[in-house]
């Protein structure tokens, strides 16, 4: 996932700073909607994205400005671009947002949420939840990687999260403890499979 800057740094000595959100190709950023929590990404790929952007923003006086003129100048005046478009999402809707820009073939989305996650048709049909049974709480789905890799494994949980404990007795055997210190540790309260006093 960081194969670009450490080429970078391997080719031209060169340490990236960090960017956050921001790339050296496209104009992006997420932004505040109307509504409090609901956020759209939303990302230029080239100046066609921007005027359409702009108009749908009913700024077309932006086309104009020199700051925005190209791709280079947007990344240059990344803080204003920022200012301009929070300006315009503010007073809309996510949905609002993505409806407009979506039909002028803008990419753009509203920011997944956790209560969000688990209402994603794409991603069930990818496989990219899967059910794992835990022996405490039941069955639960969890995400999985947002890629697979062939070969690689067929799934990404091999087991639920461990209880309190489960584990207690393969660590401290292979810490070199015999039996009776694992006992006296479990006397003691140092180790154990229950919360104490719960």
Known sequence: MTAEPVIEFSMNGVVRPREGNRRRD?????????????????????????????????????????????????????????????????????????DALSARRVPAEQVLTPDRMYDMPQLDARGYYEEVEHPVTGPHR?????????????????????????????????L??????????RARHVIGETALNA
Do not use: K
């Open 176 to 185: 070199g403890l015999t039996g009776a210190e694992l006992e006296e540790l």
């Open 26 to 98: 496209c104009v992006q950023g997420v932004y505040p909607s109307a509504v409090d929590g609901a956020w759209v990404a939303i990302s230029l790929r080239h100046d066609a994205d921007w005027a359409q952007l702009a108009t749908a923003m009913g700024r077309p006086e932006l086309l104009d400005d020199a700051r925005f003129a190209s791709a280079d100048h947007r990344q240059l005046a990344h803080d204003d671009f920022d200012t301009v478009v929070a300006d315009w999402t503010r007073t809309r809707t996510a949905a609002e947002i993505i």
């Open 142 to 174: 969890y995400p999985g990687w947002p890629l697979r890799m062939t070969p690689g494994p067929s799934r990404h949980h091999r087991f639920a999260p461990p209880t309190l404990g489960q584990h207690n007795e393969e660590i401290v055997q292979g």
